[in-house]
């Protein structure tokens, strides 16, 4: 019997989330609870790597945290970001942000349709006499920098902010049917804060194969993995997986 559910997420802004309507139809209680939050580097860990934000034009933003912690770092270092500089957004959603820290201008402003890095290849390669900068998180792959390397143009890469659990309090309940998961440092961290975890019949889903494979490879029980062809979304996956479940008890 599925009554309580951890999500590992923050709390959906719009109250047109598909969460509250499973909540609702199934009678579930739904708790939004990261395991995992995102914290920057410091000046001086930053300063260790050896870079000179001023020795860039351009900025490749992957997300929103590259964007907060980005701006941030240049704050702490006291680095004043030229009004002429570049902005490449993976995204026309993380391009929009860059307003909560200066003027958006479209023509220095630069995003792609897809989410993908590839889709910002073309607009960079116009550009090849930039000297674009990527914020990195301390867990990451060498997919834009093999990229950008193809194309021959002048870049580098910073580590910016970092993944680190996010630990339960000592009277914070644990009492959950079920646990929802959206990345591999989810697992890790439910690991790290208990230990001793044992399963038995709480219930694990996951968000995507490298997620999944991390489940796995905790020894851990998969009861319930997305997306598939059939359900693409974890809600929707979610909303049959309770359905099934409740539906004898």
């Known amino acids: 019997m599925i009554k309580k559910i951890l999500v590992s997420q923050p709390k959906p802004s719009s109250e047109k989330s598909p969460y509250f309507d499973i909540a609702a139809r199934h009678g579930v209680e739904i708790v939004f609870r ?10 001086k860990e930053f300063r260790a790597q050896k870079i000179s934000l001023s020795e ?3 900025v490749i933003f992957t997300s929103r945290h590259a964007i907060d912690h980005f701006f941030q770092l240049a704050k702490e270092l006291r680095f004043n970001v030229p009004e002429d500089m570049k902005y490449f957004c993976i995204t026309e959603q993380v391009a929009l942000y860059i307003q909560k820290f200066v003027q958006y201008r479209k023509r220095k402003v630069f995003y792609g349709s897809t989410g993908k890095i590839n889709d910002l290849l073309p607009m960079m390669t116009k550009h090849k006499n930039e000297r674009y900068f990527v ?17 021959k143009l002048h870049h580098a890469e910073g ?18 049917d079920m646990l929802v998961f959206f990345s591999p440092s989810g697992v890790q961290s439910l690991l790290k804060n208990f230990p001793d975890f044992k399963q038995g019949k709480l219930a694990i889903a996951s968000f995507g194969p490298t997620t999944a494979k991390a489940v796995r490879d905790a020894g851990l029980r998969l009861d319930l993995e997305a997306p598939t062809p059939q359900y693409p979304s974890i809600t929707a996956a979610l909303n049959h997986f309770i359905e099934e479940a409740n539906k004898s008890k």
């Open 159 to 176: 580590v910016m902010y970092r993944t680190v659990p996010n630990d339960f309090l000592g009277d914070e309940p644990f009492d959950f």
């Open 56 to 58: 860039f034009t351009a």
């Open 34 to 43: 990261p395991f995992i939050k995102i914290e920057g580097v410091s000046a």
């Open 135 to 151: 914020p990195l998180s301390d867990v990451h792959n060498d997919e834009i920098k093999n990229l950008l390397d193809e194309k």
